[in-house]
């Protein structure tokens, strides 16, 4: 029960419409300008709070330099309480790591999300839009294809197809994929 009100916008680069509602009134069909779309500076850096007594993870953190460097993605996993989120705080802060990332660091943690939801995440990182709206498939990949980030994702729960596709979106970027 109760009023039920917002807006809704439907469309494309050529004509939008700004459809007003309210359930107990009625609504308005408005023709609006498409959304305004600006990249934000770069490099990015969404990274979580540091974590600077990392203890005995040399070997590992090599692994993960290493393999960064040819740009292949990173899958990190293990049971709760392994550290991985330590791992990664401290990852998404070494300077050795990243500098080879020319658009920055992204870190999420995405616990429970589907893959559309992190790469509109991803996409709304690196893109401002006004009024916000929720680009297609296709528009997320034109518009982070030449992306070149380190994107630190922690609390992956995706299949290999909705993982394949987040990594197929953003190709030019380093991916470690956090799970259990």
């Known amino acids: ?33 498409p959304p305004k779309v600006e990249a934000r500076p770069t490099p990015v850096s969404v990274k979580p ?3 600077k007594q990392l203890l005995d993870r040399q070997t590992v953190l090599q692994v993960l330099r290493s393999t960064l460097e040819q740009v292949l993605p ?4 293990a049971a709760a309480g392994f550290g991985k989120t330590a791992l990664m705080r401290h990852l998404a802060h070494d300077e050795q790591m990243t500098a080879g990332f020319a658009d920055g660091v992204v870190y999420l943690s995405v616990h429970q999300q589907l893959a559309a939801d992190v790469l509109q995440s991803i996409y709304d990182i690196f893109y401002e839009a006004s009024p916000p ?30 993982v394949d596709g987040l990594l197929d979106a953003m190709p030019n970027c380093g991916f470690v994929l956090v799970s259990q």
Do not use: C
Not at 21 to 30: A, F, R, S
């Open 74 to 77: 990173v899958e990190v996993f």
């Open 133 to 162: 709206f929720k680009p297609s498939y296709g528009q997320l990949q034109q518009s982070l294809r030449d992306k070149e980030a380190l994107v630190i994702l922690n609390g992956l729960a995706l299949d290999k197809e909705a």
């Open 49 to 51: 709070r540091p974590f």
């Open 1 to 33: 029960g109760g009023n039920l009100s917002g807006q809704l916008i439907i469309g494309d680069n050529n004509q939008a419409y700004n459809y007003t509602y309210n359930v107990e009134h009625g609504g308005v069909l408005n023709v609006a300008a």
